[in-house]
């Protein structure tokens, strides 16, 4: 999956692994500080045996 955050003059992209599981930050490292800017939770989830 890619997450793309598109602002007026920037574009942050961010492509994460096919199993997602954690946390994932897009960050703004432009000033002085770094800003984070979003933040994306996944988790495992198990699937039903049949």
């Known amino acids: ?5 598109i602002g007026k003059n920037t574009m942050h992209k961010l492509i ?6 954690g946390s994932y930050w897009i960050t703004d490292k432009s000033g002085e ?13 198990r699937m039903a045996s049949i």
Not at 1 to 5: G, N, P, R, S, W
Not at 16 to 21: A, E
Not at 33 to 45: C, D, M
């Open 1 to 5: 999956m890619q997450v793309t955050l």
């Open 16 to 21: 994460l692994p096919q199993v997602v599981n």
């Open 33 to 45: 500080e770094e800003r984070k800017l979003v933040s994306i939770e996944g988790r495992l989830r």
